[in-house]
């Protein structure tokens, strides 16, 4: 059984930095697939981003490219995402999550495992 714990959340004025970290147990995640997703009171939960299993292939949603960045030490069995220049519109509860696959994907529905996730808040 594998477990995702998200650190690094927290309260940050806008224009501000947070890097969020995800360690995993359990697993090694080297062989898999990773995501970042966030979900804000009232909304769905939306990808905010997907690294591959070696760090080469990532992809982000077009509301954070530019500003985040994801990726990964596999040494340390821990992905990351790097927001810069945070909007008041990034507040949400961040989530990671493990895909049983090499290959990134955008979709919830294809990750099996979350973590607790974080609360980032940002203001105005």
């Known amino acids: 059984q594998v477990q995702l714990v998200e650190s690094g959340g927290g309260l940050v004025q806008a224009g501000g930095s947070l890097r969020l970290s995800c360690a995993a147990s359990?697993?090694?995640?080297?062989?898999?697939?990773m995501g970042w997703f966030r979900q804000a009171p009232g909304q769905e939960r939306e990808f905010v981003a997907t690294?591959?299993?070696?760090?080469?292939?990532?992809n982000l949603a077009d509301s954070v490219k530019g500003r985040f960045t994801i990726s990964r030490d596999n040494a340390k069995n821990t992905v990351y995402l790097q927001m810069n220049s945070l909007k008041p519109e990034d507040t949400a509860v961040y989530y990671c999550?493990?895909?049983?696959?090499?290959?990134?994907?955008?979709?919830?529905?294809?990750?099996?495992?979350w973590g607790q996730g974080t609360q980032v808040t940002v203001s105005s």
């Open positions: 999550a493990l895909q049983p696959g090499v290959g990134i994907s955008g979709y919830s529905g294809s990750y099996n495992y």
């Open positions: 359990g697993r090694t995640l080297s062989r898999y697939a």
């Open positions: 690294i591959s299993w070696s760090g080469g292939s990532s």
